[in-house]
């Protein structure tokens, strides 16, 4: 099963419709054809390398809540 993690945009590149997003300290570049109205520091869903979904910070937040209790639960 694959999932969606949500990203926090750091920087934008127009010309490429890509971005770099950050999650835990680690940056990626990542495809935004299919979100092209992400803006500097907006969260998006992100999907084998492709933004999906724009999300506002709180469901972010609330994601990686989440994400944390499942590696907990995982490890224990």
């Known amino acids: 099963m694959c ?20 999650y835990k300290g680690v940056r ?6 299919f979100v092209p109205d992400v ?8 999907h084998a390398g492709f933004a999906i979904q724009k999300v506002n910070q709180e469901s972010a937040e ?3 809540e ?3 209790k499942f590696e907990e639960f995982k490890e224990s």
């Open 28 to 33: 990626k570049k990542i495809d935004l054809r």
């Open 66 to 68: 989440l994400l944390d």
């Open 62 to 64: 609330q994601i990686y």
């Open 39 to 46: 803006k500097l520091n907006d969260y998006v869903i992100l």
């Open 3 to 22: 999932l969606g993690i949500p990203v926090k945009i750091v920087e934008i590149n127009t010309d490429e419709q890509s971005a770099i997003c950050e």
